[in-house]
């Protein structure tokens, strides 16, 4: 397994191995790597030929009262895991390589970015969509995964890639779970044992606002205030928003014709945790 | 030579030929090609193995009160003169293939973006960032050409391509002029005979800014002052501005020490006409 340190190694091992005829698969992370990233990384492993993940944190997406200083680092526990997925390459570059002096340039989807995680992180975006068209002009990938747990950045970067015509296709995986219904997010380490109790009722909201579309509920309000419902009997947590949303432009829903998408955001002390859940109606016969 | 109209097509294009081992060569502009495109695209016939012509009227580049609708547009003479220099395909979408409905996604290179050019067409260099990234991405090429008149322009591309790793090396290919100095530019054919008679001035005022130089001038005012001068005298013309810069950072130099670049933009009528002249000290041995 490579160890890519720096730019120009990065885009010599892409064209070096497109070339060649061979396939790569591009999973984008910021490290601390979990089961949910292990189930992007076999997604791309069984799709190409060669798959390269990155590991940076990247520090335009935080704002400064953030969590970029202790944001989890262990690049030792994730090259073992991307060693055991037959990762070929991990791309970790310095923020001094992705950064250098004089840089300047900005990248941004201002109508997607302004809703839900943005409202709460005003330049969180910008970071992400800097960030992400650099990586996939890097790493020129055939797909690239991202996870769906942050469906808002998902929904942001396939906008993105699609304006720009950046390279590859893009893919969304499903959330990974804990048994109790608790999305694997890298910040879950944050937790306190009572707080990781309390979380789920996240993943709850989101199951009871389904359960209300199912039964025939089609009115946004009303399927938010439920989940608003569930969230508030747990005392220890604060929702920061519980929306019905159409699934591509992230606008509200006032009724539901066919697709949705629940989105939710709850603050668990001072760690916030995020969740979402497709809903798909179905005509009756 | 192939007219390429879709975003697809180019990607199948240039995919195909990369697949096999062929370099290609990129002349971006917005049609109306002259003479100076013209040492462009023999540059990359040169240098790569096909060449490929992108020609679009970006619309994101145009104010509301700028000439996009009376921009010069010449198709059949643009492909004619692309025949004749042996380029193999042009790529000329039109405006809803690179803005579909939907698109939002902004790219900025704020601090160059801000002077000269900037000053006076606030949202001038945000299109043309987005347009450019756009293009390479697309296109994909080996090399890029732009034109040395529009040196800000060129300053701005190059420094967003390093910061975003677009692909492709990028080339500034030296003005090319009329007898009388006037540097080559679509919108020369916006100019009356007197008109056209008066805007040599602005080459003249970079001249005299050069020659203050070699004369032993270091002092960015003064050279100023003497290229106002020069332009001054022309009644009919009236001066943006005249600066002495730093070829990178395009900010004033109040000194100069090795390297200058002469910046000036002069207005004849509503024509607003550009020049640019480098400048090297050579030390005293």
């Known amino acids: 397994m490579n160890i890519i340190r720096t730019t120009s190694a990065m885009t010599d091992w892409s064209r070096r191995l497109h070339r060649e005829g061979v396939t790569i698969g591009f999973v984008p992370t910021m490290g601390a790597l979990h089961e949910g990233h292990r189930a992007l990384i076999r997604a791309a492993r069984l799709a190409c030929d060669a798959v390269v993940v990155s590991i940076f944190v990247n520090p335009t997406q935080f704002?400064?009262?953030?969590?970029?200083?202790?944001?989890p680092r262990q690049l030792?526990?994730?090259?073992?895991l991307c060693a055991k997925e037959g990762v070929d390459a991990i791309f970790a570059p310095p923020a001094e390589a992705m950064y250098p002096a004089g840089f300047q340039t900005i990248v941004a989807v201002p109508t997607l970015a302004r809703l839900w995680e943005g409202a709460a992180r005003p330049h969180h975006f910008q970071g992400v969509a800097t960030v992400?068209?650099?990586l996939l002009s890097l790493v020129q990938p055939d797909i690239?995964?991202?996870g769906q747990k942050d469906f808002q950045q998902a929904a942001l970067v396939r906008r993105l890639a699609k304006d720009l015509h950046l390279p590859g296709m893009l893919r969304v995986h499903p959330t990974v779970r804990e048994r109790d219904g608790l999305a694997l997010s890298s910040r879950n380490v944050y937790l306190s044992a009572q707080q990781r109790e309390a979380a789920p009722v996240l993943y709850r909201?989101?199951?009871?606002?389904a359960a209300a579309i199912r039964g025939g509920e089609r009115r946004g309000e009303r399927i938010q205030r439920l989940m608003a419902q569930t969230v508030k009997a747990?005392?220890?947590v604060t929702a920061e928003y519980l929306a019905v949303c159409d699934p591509s432009t992230l606008e509200l829903l006032p009724i539901l014709q066919r697709h949705a998408i629940l989105l939710g955001a709850i603050r668990v002390g001072s760690v916030r945790l995020l969740d979402n859940m497709p809903v798909a109606i179905r005509r009756k016969p």
């Open 205 to 209: 909201a989101l199951q009871a606002g």
């Open 234 to 236: 747990q005392r220890s």
């Open 63 to 71: 704002g400064p009262a953030e969590d970029l200083a202790k944001y």
């Open 144 to 146: 690239s995964w991202f």
């Open 76 to 80: 030792r526990l994730d090259r073992a």
């Open 132 to 134: 992400v068209t650099k």
